[in-house]
């Protein structure tokens, strides 16, 4: 007898759903193949094949905790997801311990930046680290608080109907 699954193995190793990438094979669960995956927040969960297939699981589990009524899906405006811009302002994954303010060696100065519908955006060097990072949190005003109050009122009227 052959065993032909032996030849052709499922490898989802680097795709992507939603936020999450499969870093490798696990463990099955019962029968059901299992993955290693890990999420844009930095978390690591493990789910089923099917469950990724299926788009039932698109993130460790953060983005459910920011936004319940879009559990199963993630809203993307412009290329820019609104549940990663939601976490963006709340997490931190650098040196200098705020999102977009980065120490620059070569000149000495910390420079702020901000991410925004796939553009980076340079807000500028700054000798203090305070000033660099008055100048992210000013930007997140602009171009963040703008956007998902846009976003949040467009939700509304789209689940309240137009007012009349
Ligand atoms: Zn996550």
């Known amino acids: ?43 690591e969960r493990v789910v089923k094949t099917i469950h990724l297939r299926e788009g039932k699981v698109k993130s460790c589990g953060c983005v459910k905790a920011l936004h319940s009524e879009s559990a199963l899906g993630l809203h993307y405006i412009d290329g820019t997801c609104v549940e990663m811009l939601r976490a963006n302002t709340k997490r931190s994954n650098n040196k200098s311990g705020v999102v977009g303010v980065m120490w620059r060696a070569s000149c000495h100065k910390w420079q702020a930046s ?13 000798d203090l ?18 956007f998902l109050a846009d976003y949040d009122a467009q939700q509304a009227a789209e689940t309240q109907g137009a007012p009349a």
């Open 129 to 146: 680290f305070d000033d660099a990072v008055a100048a992210r949190r000013e930007a997140e005003a602009l171009y963040y608080d703008s």
């Open 114 to 126: 901000i991410m925004f519908k796939g553009t980076r955006h340079n807000l500028g060097v700054y």
């Open 1 to 43: 007898m052959r065993t032909p699954h032996s030849t052709k193995r499922l490898d989802l190793t680097g795709q992507r759903f939603g936020l999450l990438t499969v870093v490798r094979r696990v463990e099955s669960i019962g029968n059901r193949t299992a993955w290693l995956c890990r999420c844009d927040c930095g978390n």
